[in-house]
């Protein structure tokens, strides 16, 4: 897998996701309060990147518009994204952080600014991530380098057509993101008859999708 993460404005063009021979440009815009993002990040990404990483390129775009009106945790977890992404600890910190919000929705039955992205949390869940320098970590979350990113982000979705999350776009086309794995086989020419690996649960009170949230 190779990671491509919107770092700053001049990244964020197709130029960089170009595609070579036949790797598979996955892009994935997500809020990590998001219940359905945690959900599509365990039980679809994970195991889609563990079987076909070596033929995707995957760019993830964290944003934040699931706050509330005195909580900015959304906010919280995207400053951590760009603060462990900066060591190149990006996608170690999405893929721990939505295993931890997994939990926290599915098995604890929590729901969003309840207090699990507070700062100070943020820096306990980086303790986890393996390899991330957590002096330059905390150096980097106390001063709020990266909190300019937070409009720069949700513009981008936002100019990219996402409405909802998961957004999930392969090789530039929106896909339904329960589908990823369907997709790449296509695009690699190896799909055979299989069904969905995973179905979003419909009997959860929490797991309504966030649709048409961001603001004009």
Known sequence: TTLVSGSNSSDLNTDNNAIVAKDINVEYFFDFQCPWCSYFGVQVLEPTLATYGDSINLSVYPVAFLDGADSLESHNAVEAYYCADEQGFGLDLTMHLEALTYDHYFVAQGGENEGFFERSKLKEYAKDVSGLDLTKFNECYDTNKYAYKID?????????????????????????????????????????????????????????????LLKD
């Open 152 to 212: 720069e982000m949700n513009a981008y979705a936002q100019e990219r057509g996402m409405t909802g999350t998961p957004y999930v776009l392969v090789n530039g086309a929106q896909i339904n993101a329960q589908s990823l794995e369907i997709e790449v086989k296509k695009l690699l020419g190896n799909l055979e008859e299989m069904t969905l690996t995973a179905v979003y649960p419909e009997d959860c009170d929490i797991c309504v999708q966030s649709v048409s």
